[in-house]
């Protein structure tokens, strides 16, 4: 708005009140104006210099004078700095700019004061020009959007936390990998971890100067499924204070995978191989030795040599037969599941097992079923006239069987193998089929585990965790 050349209240005096109020001592720029008559009565210097003027040539001046033609918007900006409020957007969240004499419109944070005397009620105006800062923030908007586009280019999951752990970025590889779409997450706190208390353990850590780097853990995907993940992450600062942290977690799940089978079919391979090899060099030697037998150990060595063709078609088999289940995405109730563990059971000699409240619903993978299936029958053949019991916990997102046996439930060999991936002597009939099954298991983003009961060192627990399919609270695929 052009500053008008309405001024019959210039050289109205000032009221004898308000003259020993020093507003030329402030550093902001002072207004004082007449509450009935909307005119400005007094002015310090730092005022006529941000309106471009000398001090006295804003007296008189209407306080519509004052700012650009924007009646409506900048009342309720006034109105706001009224209630106590500094106030330097207008409702819509553009700057709120004063207009200088000659036509400049400088962004300014303003905050009013009613002054009520014996001379009436004026209205005390403090401006600030916040050029300087406006530029900050457009470089802080433009820095936001540069890492906002960056996050979304990126091919592995990232995300930015504040200082508490809430989600303020996330992007899409984040919910590709892990499910949640950045709406559902975005202003929550973090979801992912396993353990409830890892989110302020890490937190912690790099408040404390330490970022992550290559940090693995497990982070649990909206369908339930445990990830493997390994986490770089770092401190975000602005002005030198610590606002929060951006990170990456990489699936480690296929990388794994491909690692354990082919850890898995080579230990099988050569524990097998060498013991039909070393079939193969006795009878060897016995022929050597010009032993009268020579055509029955000509068979064995048939036999044994055919064996060896059998083991590596069934090592492609296994590999085959994982691929396959990977494209199975069948589900089951877990309640028939069960049933069908304890027919297996029953359908053996000896063994018996009872399982402790059963649920009533929810529905895993035909995967994880046969995995399951495949460690009983491992367990079964392990522990021979034993009592079972089978208990299943139910949660959200998972389900956690638990198949308990007085006595270890698994050779020696096989335990050491899921535990802590030793390589171990392996033993005949078990070890192969306890390894299919733990892959399998943790190829459907599952976890097998072994627990020894503190009090019985004999007892052990077999836990299985399993994704839940259907999933509850909303939280299960669409």
């Known amino acids: 708005m052009a500053w008008s050349d309405d001024v019959d209240d210039r050289d109205r005096p000032l009221p004898e009140s308000l003259l020993n109020l020093s507003v030329d001592s402030l550093p902001d720029a002072v207004l004082l104006a007449d509450v009935s008559t909307r005119r400005i009565v007094e002015a310090n210097t730092a005022a006529g210099e941000l309106f471009n003027c000398q001090e006295s040539n804003l ?28 106030v330097n957007r207008l409702e819509n969240g553009q700057p709120l700019y004063i207009e200088t004499m000659d036509g400049q419109h400088i962004p300014v944070e303003i905050t009013i004061q009613r002054l009520e005397t014996d001379d009436g009620v004026f209205i005390l105006g403090v401006f600030r020009e916040i050029t300087d800062q406006l530029h900050r923030e457009r470089r802080l908007e433009a820095t936001t959007s540069r890492l906002a586009t960056l996050l979304d280019a990126l091919p592995v999951p990232a995300a930015v936390l504040d200082t508490d752990g809430t989600i303020e970025r996330w992007n899409r590889a984040a919910e590709t990998t892990f499910g949640y779409d950045a709406d559902a997450v975005v202003g929550q706190q973090y979801p992912l971890f396993v353990d409830d208390d890892e989110l302020g353990q890490v937190i912690e850590r790099i408040l404390d100067g330490n970022s992550l780097d290559g940090y693995e853990t497990h982070h649990r995907a909206r369908d339930g499924a445990r990830i493997p993940v390994e986490l770089y992450a770092g401190p975000v600062y602005q002005a030198d204070k610590f606002v929060g942290i951006v990170g990456t977690a990489i699936d480690l799940s296929n990388r794994q995978q491909r690692e354990q089978q082919l850890e898995i079919l080579h230990r099988v391979l050569r524990h097998n191989l ?44 296994i590999r085959t037969g994982l691929l396959e289940d990977v494209r199975d995405p069948g589900s089951i109730p877990i309640t028939k599941t069960l049933s069908l563990l304890s027919k297996q059971v029953t359908e053996r000699d000896g063994s018996t097992m009872q399982v402790a409240e059963e649920p009533v619903s ?27 019991e089978l208990t299943v916990e139910t949660h959200d997102r998972h389900v956690v069987l638990q198949l308990t046996a007085p006595v270890p439930v698994l050779p020696a060999g096989a335990r050491a193998f899921i535990n802590t991936g030793e390589e171990t002597a392996l033993e005949h009939g078990n070890d192969l089929g306890v390894a299919k099954a733990y892959l399998m298991v943790e ?36």
């Open 274 to 317: 060498r013991n039909e090899l070393a079939v193969i060099r006795g009878w060897t030697r016995q022929l050597s030795a010009d032993d009268p037998e020579q055509s029955e150990a000509i068979e064995h060595l048939e036999i044994a040599s055919g064996r060896l063709l059998e083991l590596s078609e069934q090592a492609k088999r």
């Open 59 to 86: 007296i008189g001046r209407h306080q519509l004078d004052l700012h650009p033609p924007d009646d409506e918007e900048y009342t309720e900006a006034f109105t706001r700095a009224m209630e106590g409020k500094r």
């Open 443 to 478: 190829s459907i983003g599952g976890n097998v585990a072994i627990r020894s009961d503190v009090e019985n060192t004999l007892a052990s627990t077999l836990v299985v965790e399993l994704p839940r399919m259907d999933g509850e609270d909303g939280l299960a695929p669409e």
């Open 362 to 388: 929810g529905t895993i993978c035909h995967r994880g079923q046969q995995a399951m299936s495949q460690l009983l029958d491992n367990v079964l053949n392990h522990v021979d006239e034993t009592q079972l």
